[in-house]
């Protein structure tokens, strides 16, 4: 049986990616420790999010990844991933109560459970993220930053060991932003390996455990106090951007 434990969660080792003939990722590696909040930094094109999607198997690669100490095929149901905001079909028919019952459907199967629980597990996760009394609303009416609650919601609802989100703070205001932060160093402390592609260097500084820098390939990996310096920063994105918003 393969196993899907371990102190690392992710485990990244000489990954490339490639879209058709432009690499996009070479020779990547690095190690995210379990029960951590971690970063993902770096220019616009950096490959950011291509890293995450490698990790969830979504593209093809060459090299290896580890998750939970398995393989992402073996530990799918114990990671949940939000995609970024621009990568959602937001007319699609389905209400903001669906779209938390789909994390209860990933942890359990869509067979595995249904009807009253179902429905019962995605409101306590939309009270969890405030949205409880817009559960028969459609998606793509709420706001930007509504519906990245939506799919914190989902998250929530998946109970899932590591939690991969892309740019879950573009185009949402500082107070959406703020409670997001709060519920995501809410599942870190629960033990949760959450994983986030952010741009707010001093967030970044101030509110995640470790960070991992990204330009075309990993630049640095470790504990956040020390891999967001100006000297690797500097490396990352030419200029060492000190504070605020880094440049896309």
């Not at 393969?2 to 990547?28: E, H, N, Q």
Request: with cysteine; aromatic share 4%; glycine share 10%.
């Amino acid at each position: 049986m393969t196993s899907c434990d371990g102190a690392i969660a992710i485990a990244i080792d000489a990954l490339d990616v490639a879209y058709g003939a432009r690499t996009v990722l070479r020779g990547a590696t690095a190690r995210i420790r379990a029960g951590t909040m971690t970063a993902v930094v770096g220019p616009n094109g950096a490959g950011k999010s291509t890293l995450l999607r490698a990790v969830m198997g979504m593209l093809p690669f060459s090299g290896s990844v580890r998750v939970l100490g398995g393989s992402i095929e073996a530990c799918r149901t114990r990671v949940a991933y939000v995609p970024q905001r621009a990568a959602v079909d937001w007319d699609f028919p389905i209400t903001v109560r669906q779209v938390a019952e789909m994390g209860v459907h990933a942890r359990l199967g869509w067979f595995g459970l249904r009807g009253r629980r179902t429905r019962r597990e995605a409101i306590e996760a939309l009270k969890d993220v405030g949205l409880a009394d817009l559960a028969g609303r459609p998606i793509g009416e709420l706001s930007g930053g509504q519906q990245q609650r939506a799919f914190m919601a989902r998250a929530l609802a998946q109970r899932a060991d590591l939690v991969l989100l892309d740019e879950p703070f573009a185009s949402i205001d500082a107070t959406t932003e703020r409670d997001l932060l709060a519920l995501l160093s809410g599942l870190r402390d629960r033990g949760t390996t959450v994983v986030v592609v952010h741009h707010d260097l001093g967030t970044v500084r101030e509110r995640f455990d470790d960070a991992v820098l990204v330009r075309g390939t990993v630049v640095v990996h470790g504990a956040a106090r020390d891999v967001m310096t100006d000297e690797w920063l500097a490396r990352t994105y030419g200029d060492a951007p000190r504070a605020g918003k880094a440049p896309a």
